[in-house]
């Protein structure tokens, strides 16, 4: 499931390959995954004739800018969305469920005046494309996260420091693997309060979070952390080797140590 460091990638591969290409065309075949009022007669109403310019990230949103005063294009990855341009897609295609490449999974594209094209191609459907998204209902981007926000995030609430970290109104990126890596390196059990963290262990989680990301980012994405081996019950802890608890937390399927993560 994309993270932050999937958008991250997805960000990339939109700005080294897909700005300044005039769009002939706008592929807009499902209605469902256009939102907020967006009519596949609007949204090439919106984009024909135009270019991208600019590709900007805020936590697992892409935001992509147009020319001549036009619209901010949002493209939302959900469970399963890729970023195709030219047919090429940006990660590791391990990480998804399937690599076929059924036209209609293509939700949601354009195609460029020169004959290129740029695909959202989203098996699951969970992904979504909206103009003019609402940004600042998003939290800081982790990857620019300071100690100072993360410390806003987690003082003032008493839900369970994994629910914190994942919700994207608080900081805007990390979801299921990434938290549970974040928290099995910084030794923190992902149930407890958030409010309890001291201010060490609020500092060493701002430090854990950054580094997790540089590895896991350097090594191709948030299915790479140490912790993926071991998650399932009895998974013995890379660390230690205690065996791993699965617990749902926040909602979520967390697996976490008994041992080490206190
Ligand atoms: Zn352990």
């Known amino acids: 499931m994309p993270e932050i460091l999937e958008a991250e990638q997805a960000r990339t591969l939109i700005a080294l390959r897909a ?10 075949p499902d209605a469902w995954f256009l939102k907020r009022g967006l009519t596949p007669p609007g949204v090439r109403r919106a984009l024909r004739g135009r270019s991208f310019v600019e590709a900007r990230r805020r936590g697992k949103l892409l935001l992509v800018d147009t020319s001549d005063d036009g619209p901010v294009v949002g493209l939302h990855l959900g469970m399963s969305g890729r970023v195709l341009i030219d047919g090429d897609a940006a990660g590791d295609p391990l990480l998804y469920a399937s ?10 594209g354009v195609r ?20 003019e998204p609402d940004e600042d209902r998003l939290g800081p981007d ?10 806003a995030a987690t003082t003032r609430s008493r839900a369970p420091v994994k629910a914190v970290l994942m919700d994207q109104h608080r900081i805007a990126g990390l979801g299921n693997l990434l938290t549970d890596e974040v928290l099995w390196r910084a030794g923190i059990d992902p149930a407890r309060p958030a ?22 980012g ?4 948030s299915h790479t952390g140490d912790h993926m081996s071991a998650r399932f019950p009895g998974g013995a802890c890379p660390k230690d080797g205690a ?3 699965r617990r749902t937390i926040g909602g979520r399927t967390t697996f976490s140590c008994p041992v080490h993560q206190r």
């Open 99 to 108: 690599n076929r490449d059924a036209p209609e999974w293509r939700r949601f």
């Open 195 to 216: 409010s309890d963290l001291d201010a060490g262990e609020v500092s060493r989680l701002h430090r854990t979070i950054h580094t997790t990301l540089r590895v896991l």
């Open 218 to 221: 350097r090594r191709g994405g």
């Open 19 to 28: 700005l300044d290409r005039p769009i002939a065309s706008v592929h807009a």
């Open 142 to 151: 982790a990857l620019a996260l300071t100690r100072a926000q993360l410390a």
């Open 112 to 131: 460029f005046a020169d004959g290129g094209t740029l695909y959202l191609r989203d098996p699951r459907r969970l992904g979504a494309v909206e103009l």
């Open 243 to 245: 065996p791993f608890v």
